[in-house]
């Protein structure tokens, strides 16, 4: 297993389009985590998944945001009705311990 | 509430000068504590962590970093930096008391390296 890995690497949108971004986690871990990290910014939780289950998500930013992981397996991150401010990198994480394993990410541009 | 600040945004030091990138966090227990490398457009590397025991703890390529409770610092050091360590330094806290552990973030220093 090389680590996790997230499709695409970079996405330009235009503002108001939805966007689906993925992420395979390590094969044996069951945490999965997104985070968003803005120009000159730390990371910034989002959400968690347990297997398959979603087990916090107050910290999605609004409601345009869900996350699923319907097989405990893979990730998808959607953002419906993209806005120019949710240009970011969009980063994802997997664990089995409390050490974190990050992808490369997914740079989003709105324009 | 778990936070982190780095309180140094950018710092250049020469090649093969020692290093040392300040963290101090907020957390009511003993933290879950990381160290992650960022280079440009790529995703975070773990250089080293702390859960317990042992206050100094050694990382990936020449770092270290010593938990001190009664500062709630956690400052990464390397006695002789390289060329390549150029990068973006971020510093973590997880919470040890939640299943989740998620990660709260510090700002991030940015480190240069002249040669």
């Known amino acids: 297993d090389t680590g996790v890995s997230q499709d695409p690497r970079h996405k330009i949108t235009k503002r108001g389009q939805n966007v689906t971004f993925r992420c395979d986690p390590i094969?044996?871990?069951?945490?999965l985590y997104w985070y968003r990290q803005t120009l000159g910014q730390g990371p910034e939780f989002l959400t968690y998944?347990?297997?398959?289950?979603?087990?916090?998500k107050s910290r999605l930013l609004s409601d345009r945001f869900s996350a699923e992981r319907p097989k405990g397996s893979f990730s998808t991150l959607e953002i419906q009705r993209t806005e120019q401010g949710d240009s970011a990198m969009y980063l994802c994480?997997?664990?089995?311990?409390?050490?974190?394993?990050f992808g490369p990410g997914t740079r989003l541009t709105v324009l | 509430a778990q936070s982190v600040t780095q309180p140094d945004i950018h710092i250049t030091v020469s090649e093969g000068a020692s290093l040392e990138l300040r963290c101090n966090y907020s957390?009511?227990?003993?933290?879950?504590l990381f160290w992650y490398v960022q280079s440009p457009g790529q995703g975070l590397q773990l250089l080293l962590k702390?859960?317990?025991?042992?206050?100094l703890v050694q990382g990936i390529k020449g770092f270290e970093a010593e938990f001190k409770r009664s500062q709630s610092s956690f400052n990464l050091r390397k006695p002789s930096v390289h060329w390549s360590d150029a990068a973006e330094y971020f510093c973590?806290?997880?919470?040890?008391?939640?299943?989740?552990?998620?990660?709260?973030f510090g700002g991030g220093t940015r480190l240069m390296v002249k040669p």
């Open positions: 957390y009511g227990a003993t933290p879950y």
């Open positions: 994480a997997s664990s089995s311990t409390p050490e974190k394993y």
């Open positions: 998944f347990q297997n398959e289950a979603q087990l916090e």
């Open positions: 094969s044996e871990h069951n945490r």
């Open positions: 973590a806290v997880g919470a040890s008391n939640n299943a989740g552990n998620m990660l709260t």
């Open positions: 702390y859960f317990s025991g042992d206050t």
